[in-house]
């Protein structure tokens, strides 16, 4: 038979029921800062269900505060879509950037392989009409020695003339009194004459210039101003 009283044990029983209630409080307000480990009983139970986002959980106790946690959750998700949208538009521009060097690189090969190809055949061209010349040269030695040569090789000079024509290939052959221009003649020599100090007396040998570009100065002698007689 116990010793305890009815008092007694009725008291117990209110001890234990104001424990038990103490410790559910304690178990909710711990579930409230996320202390209680998910996993454990009706913590766990919980953490199945949709976690609510930051400014949700903020606006249980501040509302201002919740708004502004919005507000930066809201321009977040902004930049994290902005930065997304300019690597996109990064990764379009690089792959253009190599398809355009790409093509550059084609475009100068097969600009190069045309202007090798003209070369060519300007070049022909000018050599198969530069061997008649040859011909009628080797034609004009041919004749006997006592022949005059002189028509033969006057028609082959002319004839040549008309090529180096086609070719815009002019001749730099100052008159005497001309100016010396240095850019297109080669002074050889200053000598006493009657020309102006300055200017063309003779010409030791004609120059050539194509399409205003001087491919070689014309030789000449200068006079300095001052004649012997």
Known sequence: MS?????SR????????????HESVDTDAAAAN?????????????ADEEIPDVASRVADYDD????????????????????????ERVEELESALKRSK?????????????????????????????????????RALDQDEDADIRPG????LEEFDRILEDENVT???PEPGEAVDPMRHEVMMRVDDEQPEGTVVDVY?????????VLREAQVTVSTGESDF
């Open 153 to 156: 090789i006057e028609s082959t």
């Open 102 to 138: 790409a093509d550059f690189k084609n475009y100068k090969k097969r600009a190069k392989k045309r202007e090798d190809e003209i070369r060519e055949r300007a070049t022909e061209d000018f050599v198969g009409r530069v061997v008649s010349v040859r011909d009628n040269l080797v």
């Open 64 to 87: 201002d505060l919740a708004d502004e946690v919005a507000a930066l959750e809201s321009r977040v998700a902004e930049a994290e879509s902005d930065l997304e949208a300019k690597a």
């Open 3 to 7: 010793d305890e009283s009815p008092e």
């Open 34 to 46: 996320g202390e209680v480990d998910p996993d454990s009983g009706a913590a766990g139970a919980a």
């Open 10 to 21: 009725a008291a117990a029983s209110d001890a234990e029921n104001a424990e038990a209630e």
């Open 171 to 173: 001749t730099i052959d």
């Open 205 to 213: 040998q004609p120059g050539y210039e194509m399409a205003g570009s």
